[in-house]
């Protein structure tokens, strides 16, 4: 399943970290990082360019993002009601592979496969001996062609300025989805709005100019930041039947009066 050139970038044996036997060039080329005014980034597929570091500031702050959604969803890890044994999920762009880890812890039943142009890494030693037997991760690109698949739930979560073409990834879902499956995207609009301000005086300030700016700049190298509003569209016209969009806010900033809110603003 997944992407092509799975045998060959196979990086590991159920849970990362285990022996390297043939993989061990690919290793080397993907941990091979580019540094750059002190950031680290991704190796593999270098050209591709994905925007954000791969660091440990990188992987906190996808931890803190990774506790914040599953919060504001009331503590879910997906909205798709998947059915209760699935065998296959695929979860696309996996980050640190938090996710792919606690979904594996859920539904024992399937092989979870957590596909991303880094390794996963949580700090020095998280991906270890005791990660789930039934969780394992891929070095690639999932823009490439994927070979016959055959999977129950194929999952991305936080993939704005990550994709070069948003309708082809979730085409390819579809073709490679078992009759029957889910796909569940969870994704931003990056560009922010202020439910106390007018607009006008918002948009004067440094918050509203940093984000527009970062959208226009992200939007001019082909990728778009906000994914989120458009979902829908992309699934309907992939030919997905049963299509369900929800909508939640997320406060920025530590000044949210509400309790609820406040544990899961950015
Ligand atoms: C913002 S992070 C989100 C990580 C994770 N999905 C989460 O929710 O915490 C985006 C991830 O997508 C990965 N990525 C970007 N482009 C990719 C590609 N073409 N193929 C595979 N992974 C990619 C990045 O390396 C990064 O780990």
């Known amino acids: 399943m997944a992407a092509a050139?799975?045998?060959d970038d196979d990086f590991s044996d159920p849970g990362y970290g285990g022996s390297l036997s043939d993989t061990t060039t690919i290793e080397s080329a993907a941990l091979n990082y580019p540094f750059e005014y002190g950031r680290r980034y991704h190796a593999y597929m270098a050209e591709k360019r994905y925007g954000l570091p791969n660091?440990?500031?990188q992987q906190d702050r996808l931890l803190r993002h990774h506790d914040l959604i599953k919060t504001r969803l009331g503590g879910r890890l997906i909205l798709a009601p998947i059915q209760e044994?699935?065998?296959?999920i695929l979860d696309l762009g996996?980050?640190?592979?938090l996710w792919a880890i606690e979904m594996a812890d859920k539904y024992p039943s399937a092989e979870v496969t957590g596909l991303d142009l880094s390794p996963p890494e949580l700090g020095e030693s998280f991906h270890n001996e005791f990660d789930p037997v039934n969780v394992r991760y891929i070095v690639d690109d999932f823009e490439k062609d994927w070979v016959d698949a055959n999977i129950d739930l194929v999952f991305g979560r936080f993939l704005a300025g990550s994709v070069e073409d948003w309708p082809r990834l979730i085409q390819q879902s579809y073709n490679n989805?078992?009759?029957g499956g889910w796909v569940e995207f969870q994704d931003w609009d990056t560009m922010i709005y202020s439910t106390a301000l007018p607009a006008e005086d918002f948009e004067r300030s440094e918050l509203w100019t940093f984000h527009r700016d970062t959208v226009a700049l992200q939007e001019s190298r082909g990728r778009n930041m906000r994914p989120g509003p458009e979902l829908e569209k992309w699934i309907r016209q992939s030919g997905?039947?049963?299509i369900r969009a929800e909508k939640f806010s997320l406060p920025l900033g530590p000044w949210v009066q509400d309790d609820k809110l406040e544990v899961s603003c950015i």
């Open 55 to 57: 660091d440990i500031a």
């Open 240 to 242: 997905f039947e049963n």
């Open 5 to 7: 050139n799975y045998q």
């Open 85 to 88: 044994h699935p065998q296959r």
């Open 177 to 179: 989805l078992k009759p």
């Open 94 to 97: 996996t980050g640190i592979g």
